[in-house]
């Protein structure tokens, strides 16, 4: 079986997820860059792999797909190795609403209005917005809340196993976590405390620390 291509930038949460889900299938990887925030956005030759110019986009055996999801769950069904889905149908569709509720509440929230606002803008020495992260750490508190009521128990979210579920939040919190605020946003929370120490923890989630 040929050597998947995935194309994007290390520094994405979403190519993280894909990369993450490559890594506990135990699949090797070619990461072809494109960094859409060069200059000019990303080259042209990308526009015929995604034609919204986002990432991560892949390519396996003459199949291309974009969109985090399908990919990480066209890699989890493809490839041999222990199935990242459960095979419950309840637990699988709380596996995906945690995706979905992280793409549409937790993204933008954890990552861009609280990591961007008080990590990164200040580190380009710009200042941030303190309104907006205000706001944001208001939404976050409502998150966590959610997903903590929806942890099961156990070691990972949804209990005994790793599921695409860790693997989807894992790289907004390994972003959010960085900020001053993340810390009594998640001290409120213990069991998610002790999922991200085991999270962060983990061989693949070391080895796809994004390079700068």
Not at 53 to 81: M, Q
């Amino acid at each position: 079986m040929a050597r998947p291509k995935l194309f994007g930038a290390d520094y994405s949460v979403y190519v993280r997820i894909v990369r993450l889900t490559l890594a506990q299938k135990g699949i090797d990887c070619d990461l072809v860059p494109v960094d859409i925030f060069a200059e000019g956005g990303p080259p042209a030759w990308y526009a015929d792999m995604h034609p919204f110019g986002r990432i991560p986009s892949f390519e396996h055996d003459g199949l291309r797909l974009i969109e985090t999801t399908a990919i990480s769950r066209y890699v989890d069904e493809a490839f041999a190795g222990e199935s990242l889905q459960p095979a419950d149908p309840r637990c699988r569709a709380v596996m995906n609403q945690i995706i979905s509720m992280l793409d549409s509440y937790a993204y933008r929230t954890l990552v861009w209005d609280i990591y961007v606002e008080r990590v990164s803008k200040p580190a380009r020495g710009e200042r941030p917005d303190e309104e907006l992260i205000a706001s944001a750490v208001g939404k976050a508190r409502t998150f966590l809340s959610c997903l903590d009521r929806l942890k099961a128990p156990g070691p990972w979210l949804l209990g005994d196993k790793i599921t695409l579920a860790d693997l989807h939040a894992a790289p907004m919190f390994g972003y959010f976590t960085k900020a001053a605020e993340s810390i009594d946003l998640m001290s409120a929370h213990p069991a998610l405390g002790q999922w991200w120490e085991r999270m962060r923890a983990l061989p693949s989630f070391q080895a796809t620390e994004p390079s700068d």
